[in-house]
């Protein structure tokens, strides 16, 4: 199991004249901005971020010139064990993480996968990023859709990463191969929720959260489409369960592609590529963000992996062969 020492938080700040009056929590969210508000409303409670050296509660006024001071632990946040698994990293500062995500690597210890996951390989590769939650996995992605994942390596850059993902300015874009001819892009706005009949399927559902996809065709084949998709939230296999909705569903999908198709008189090597393609035909191709330390805007492309090319070239060779 990781055994990493506890860090020490010791900070200290005035409440300046224009922040007198207001509760304490949204003082402290202001001065200490590397913290979540929740994060510090639990130190507070705990008693571990005084005012004048008093112990106070969330909701109570604090007065200009008062002195705030906190001193806590950041714990370790769960107790999994450090794999040597190769990463494939496309950039690391001592900020933040970009990797290129394999087809069958498991981002997260769950039942069935306790360990040779991501967060495993994250604790080898990073062991001080146990104390960061989730060990710094801000977003996820399927086990078997490749392609970028940015991970934060410390509490800063986890605050501000998760802080741009709910509004929205994180830019993540997706390929994908859907079953069927799109002609032409839209956007998809349905909530997702768990299936009311089958609970490892997502679906649309009145009371599910809020999704939105945007989506545009690449390129048309004769029963497919390539296509590029933009997330502006993150639900569970959204992508996949969102253009099975529209009637357009992933190629290789074992949970939402349903029916079988095929172009008609197509080559036996497409056939059997198609009824064989090991994966949901998706891959997480950009990614755009604010560094979270710089606040430069940051971005990244990963190219499409080999199965994919394959796909898409036996599936423009198939049209090219009955055109006239």
């Known amino acids: 199991m990781t055994s990493i020492d506890k860090q020490l938080i010791q900070l200290r700040a005035e409440v300046p004249f224009e922040q007198g009056g207001q509760r304490l929590d949204q003082v402290a969210a202001q001065l200490f901005g590397d913290y979540s508000r929740s994060r510090l409303s639990g130190w507070i409670k705990d008693g571990r971020l005084t005012v004048d050296g008093a112990v106070a509660r969330p909701r109570d006024i604090v007065h200009a010139g008062s002195l ?12 999994w064990v450090a794999q040597n698994i190769a990463l494939n990293i496309v950039y690391e500062d001592e900020h933040l993480l970009v990797i290129d995500k394999p087809a ?41 859709t490749t392609g970028l994942m940015v991970v934060a390596k410390t509490l800063q850059a986890q605050t501000a990463l998760v802080e741009q993902l709910q509004k929205r300015s994180v830019s993540r874009i997706y390929e ?3 079953i069927g001819v799109i002609t032409a892009g839209g956007t998809i706005d349905a909530p997702i929720g768990r299936s009311s009949s089958q609970r490892q399927r997502m679906a649309v559902t009145d009371g599910g959260k809020p999704a939105v996809t945007h989506y ?3 390129e048309r084949y004769r029963s497919h489409t390539h296509v590029r998709v933009k997330l502006e939230t993150g639900r569970t296999h959204q992508i996949r369960v969102h253009m099975s909705h529209v009637g357009y569903p992933l190629v290789g999908d074992p949970l939402y592609a349903g029916r079988f198709r095929i172009p008609p008189a197509a080559s036996q090597t497409l056939v059997q590529s198609l009824k064989t393609f090991p994966r949901q035909a998706l891959h997480a191709r950009f990614l755009e963000l604010e560094h979270p330390a710089s606040g430069q805007r940051m971005k990244w492309e990963s190219p499409l992996p080999e199965d994919l090319v394959w796909l898409l070239t036996l599936l423009r060779q198939d049209r090219e062969a009955f055109v006239g």
């Open 176 to 178: 994908c191969v859907c």
């Open 68 to 79: 705030l001071v906190l001193e806590a632990e950041q714990e370790a946040q769960g107790e």
């Open 216 to 218: 545009r065709v690449l």
């Open 104 to 144: 069958g690597l498991v981002v997260h210890p769950a039942a069935g996968h306790a360990d040779g996951t991501l967060l495993n390989a994250l604790l080898h590769h990073v062991p001080d990023i146990v104390n960061v939650p989730r060990a710094g996995i801000v977003h996820r992605l399927d086990k078997d």
